[in-house]
């Protein structure tokens, strides 16, 4: 299997544009997680569906945010508009919980939003 | 979600030596504590994990190590290595929502 696989690796925007991350998870993991990584906050989880359902969205920092799995196999997150404060690397992992706890994380994508 | 609590922030060990990290953690309904690493310009990777009814489990030179009454928990790596330079996370979980600790920046001098 490929792994996690997420794009575009880089992102480079400016204040105000939409941008949008994508997210294949690995055949047959049923959860898929959205997290933010900074060097302030640490690792935070985002969202998480199973699925293909939203379960919990409570670490969305805000409406500018917004996440769907329209299918097993894809998944994206939107951030609009987006603004300087939400330069991160966002990463993207699926599991097959609870017959493996493991999260399995793609590579991240780099957003700069300038 | 309730905080898990990571040191040290950094830490230099001599190749051969001993790394320790340490975790704590508040909610006591956690019943899964994994320990990721991440290479630079990767994401987390399972390491090694534990649950609270034993109190170490041991992998090759990783070892956790775990006291459930003072609700903290470690990562010993043994005889480390310039490759295992990497940032550590711990993490607690009940269920399956990962709360992790701030990471641990581990370099390991030759």
């Known amino acids: 299997d490929a792994g996690v696989i997420q794009s575009p690796r880089h992102e480079v925007t400016e204040m105000g544009q939409e941008v949008t991350l994508r997210c294949k998870p690995i055949?047959?993991?049923?959860?898929l997680f959205w997290y933010r990584q900074t060097m302030m906050r640490g690792l935070e989880l985002l969202i998480y569906f199973n699925n293909n359902v939203p379960i919990d969205d409570s670490g969305m920092p805000e409406d500018r945010f917004s996440a769907k799995m329209p299918n097993a196999s894809f998944s994206t997150l939107k951030i609009q508009p987006s603004e300087p404060r939400d330069s991160a690397v966002y990463f993207c992992?699926?599991?097959?919980?609870?017959?493996?706890?493991?999260?399995?994380f793609g590579p991240g994508t780099r957003l700069t939003v300038t | 979600q309730q905080q898990v609590k990571q040191s040290p922030q950094s830490l230099i060990v001599q190749k051969g030596g001993i790394s320790i990290i340490n975790c704590a953690y508040e909610?006591?309904?956690?019943?899964?504590f994994p320990w990721y690493q991440q290479f630079p310009g990767k994401g987390p990777a399972l390491l090694i994990a534990?649950?609270?009814?034993?109190s170490e489990k041991k992998e090759g030179r990783f070892t956790i190590s775990f006291n459930k009454s003072a609700k903290q928990f470690s990562l010993h790596i043994m005889d480390s290595q310039p490759g295992d330079s990497a940032t550590y996370f711990c993490?607690?979980?009940?269920?399956?929502?990962?709360?992790f600790g701030g990471g641990t920046r581990l370099m390991v001098k030759p």
């Open positions: 909610n006591t309904a956690f019943d899964y």
């Open positions: 992992a699926s599991s097959l919980f609870p017959e493996d706890y493991e999260q399995y």
């Open positions: 993490a607690a979980s009940k269920g399956n929502m990962l709360t």
């Open positions: 055949s047959g993991h049923d959860y």
């Open positions: 534990i649950r609270p009814d034993v």
